[in-house]
């Protein structure tokens, strides 16, 4: 695959390239589904393919083939050369790239099981025990499971001398309990919606997460919904479970700290960000007691945003980007990084795949747990008047990341610290600063977990990627509740 | 590009390594590029060559998919062990049809086909030519040549522009064992372009399968007046106004219903529509089609089986006439609870491809239009107290049977007092009911092929609608 690479490159230079590099890239995934007592969907698929992406006259250009001869991938080069001068006549500045010391490595996740090593029928075992599970609780109408794997081999080579070779696992899992009655659909998912919790490991995962032991709890919940009160409306002191705090993490903080959102080069589809270079070392983002990092090591965790090396060559870095309450750091590439004063790239530009060209995209960017011992029950016993809210149903916030609104599954209404009553269709709206601001509590480590995001898109053509968040649960005062419902 | 004849020789080299009961082999892919352009620069600019072979091979009633892009003997080997060791250890599905042969794909002769919402039916059903050798021959010097125009006009009106200009040539197959072949082309030129102010945006996007038909100068100098338009926005209150959507905004929250009308999604009740197909749901002045041959549509005439997509109205006058139905969720749907509570019930041919929990899905959609159309002018002119919206953002679903959405507006929302646009405002959040809405349509422009972000494409009209639910303001 090496020479693959270098017959790119030295097309890209010969061609006039100023800067190259070359990603060859080799995917394998295995999805599987259930529902209602039947698989679903299965299967496999693979990728295989290489792209060059080059400056010249200080302009970007990027192509992309299938093809791995020799002609073609010369002829990849050289038309990446071609796109970048054509790119050349629309540009008010040249690109400038930090520098980025060369580096030969090798990087594989640490995982125990190979995922792919086990065998179909004991995961769709697996899949139809959770089901059959959640489907014997009366009124349940509607089980679905799945079951994720990946495997990402990448060979990266640069013509500054680079050369990474990287092997990515992950692995996801989850279920959704529905059930239907009257004029409503209610849903219970685990370990949290949208295809369950996902990190790079191996099978290791799938055996952590007690998938069959809590399906019967989750269908019951769904059940219950159907009778519970709906969710009051008003200003309320609310407990966000670590999912949902993970989720709104990435929505509030992930994206609006994306350097290129913030230099306006998402404008037409993801957005820009509230986050103006100004606001750097200036901005009071949250309270004092919130500490944020973007951590791609490995020390970090096994999240979807750990890796080696990100797709540029630049080394897995941790950047703080809330300390204390003050807005310190953004997500940089080696191309923005100079418009923050910064002589290196932050590491965190990835590529969905062989075919597509890599941006800014959030490694794992966490809230860190709480300094003092602090478990849910504490919390919750803490707080005199509240709503307990867990696992997300919808989310919605607008271009510039600053006014959003989250519904989640399930809520609990506290009361002189005890769960009274469980709460239907519970949701909550804000400010992003002004909800960072609010928070008064955070869980220790003990309740904190990383969790993934597995379908963060960005991009024209758009990118599917996945990141991490590793939330505990947290408390945030006088919140507005309920506003999904006003007037309906 | 792969073409129909090559793909048959990959076919039978698949075919003859295959010992499944049936297979079927999809082909996708084609060549694609995207100058995309932000801050008065082309900063990001790609192309790319890609084909997909999926293969679905069948024992006993037990079937799964595995798919590759490499064509060399060892790549098909592979994908095609891959399939079948998937397969062999399902379990028997009992719901699972015997492929299709070409008869049966073809379905009826008149394929459901009627001139009723405002087109002449072609009279075998087929789709007209959707591949454009100009749109085909677009090169990076072409887009960079439109953007430079784009970026002109920008610059003329002191604003800073971002957006892309794409363009694709694609193909989409099907061969299977009991000797189906089907094989569709397509070219397609976008353009999305959002103009910046120092307080305000604009925004306007277009695609069509000949590039001819698309016109960036023009958008250009429509999302600049918008972004002129909307500076210096004022606050006004959340609450209950009228609205006059564009097409693209119009387009994007009613998106959100369709994958509602399925047969499968009624038998999983999961569906807005489960005990309401029969009933009038929106107003008498909604009628909806699915319609693959409508002249401003894109997308290819069989679906994930190779069946023919058949053209059908989904609402007429209201009242919700019946879903979409692949080949198995027809049979199981006759055999339910359901079947007699969900109109005519037979394949047609809006299936995904197997195996797939979802069943099938209208992509095709076609708003009919209305008995008196009115002009986006003649909209806003018609208005005592409203707000004028150019693209809605970040919709999600926030209750699943009342059909509720949330989301914001975006890049040009404007106040209209007495008939006349009076001034760009802050954007609002919206939670409002879909059931709701359709059912509040004032008056509807003609309808027109509109693209957004968060919908497929859709022939869709302007909608100005009474007392649509916006519940909180921005700062911005």
Known sequence: MKQIAIWALNVATMRGASYADARIVSQRSRALTTKNGKVGSASDAESVGMSVRVLADEAWGFAASEDLSRSSVEATAARAVEIARASAQVKREDVRLAPEKPVTAEWTTPHRIDPFSISVEQNIALLLSIDSEMRSVAGITLAETNLNFNREEQWFLSSEGSDIHQTKYSAGAGYTAYAFAGNEIQKRSYPTSYGGQWQNKGYELIEELKLVENARRIAEEAVALHHADQCPEGKFDIIL???????????????????????????????????????????????????????????????????????????????????????????????????????????????????????IRMTNVSLLPGERPLTLEQLIADTDHGILMQTNRSWSIDDRRYSFQFGCEIGWEIKHGKRVRMVKNPSYSGITTEFWNSLDAICSRDEWTLWGTPNCGKGQPQQVMGTGHGAAPSRFRGIKVGSAYKGN | MLTKNQAGDIFDRIKRLSVADEMEVLFSGGKFALTRFANNTIHQNVEEENHTVSVRTVFDGRTARASTNRFDDDGLRRVVESSESLAKVQHPDSDLLPMPDSREAAGSADGGVRASHGRLALQDGSVPSRHFASTAAITPQ??????????????????????????????????????????HTQTLAEVSITMLGADSSGWQKANSPDVANLDPLRMAETAAQKALDA??????????????????????????????YSGMAILDQRSFLTGRIGSKLFGENITIWDDVAHPLQTGSPFDGEGMRRMSLPLVENGVVKRVVYARATAERMKRSEFKDKTGPIEPTGHGFALPNEMGEMPLNIVFAAPQNPQTLAQMIASTERGVLVTRLWYIREVDPYEKMVTGMTRDGTFLVEDGKVRQGIRNFRFNESLIHMLSNVEAMSEPLRACGEESFDMVVPAMKIRDFNFTEVTKF
């Open chain 2, 142 to 183: 072409l887009r960079a040549e439109g953007v430079g125009q784009i970026v002109n006009v920008a610059q003329k009106h002191k604003l800073t522009t971002a957006g892309i200009y794409s363009s694709s040539e694609s193909v989409e197959g099907i061969f299977n064992s009991r000797g189906l072949s089907n094989w």
């Open chain 2, 231 to 260: 500076a210096h926005p004022a606050e006004i209150p959340a609450g209950k106004y009228t609205v006059i959507l564009e097409p693209s905004a119009a387009l994007d929250i009613v998106g959100f219903m369709f994958w509602d």
């Open chain 1, 241 to 359: 479970d670590s999912s949902q705090l993970g989720l709104q993490i990435h929505e509030s903080i992930g994206h609006p700290i994306e350097l290129d959102r913030v230099l306006g080069m998402e404008a037409n589809f993801a957005g820009t960000s509230f986050l103006t270079l100004d606001k750097l070392r200036t901005l009071r983002y949250g309270s004092d007691m919130v500490n944020v990092v973007a951590d791609a090591r490995q020390e970090h965790g096994p999240g979807l945003g750990t890796f080696g090396f990100d797709d540029e060559g630049v080394p897995a870095q941790c950047t703080p980007i809330i300390t204390n309450g003050l807005f310190t750091g953004y997500l940089s590439s080696r191309e923005t990084a100079h418009t923050i004063g910064e002589n290196r790239s932050g590491g965190t530009l990835r590529a969905e795949g062989w075919n597509r060209l890599p941006m």
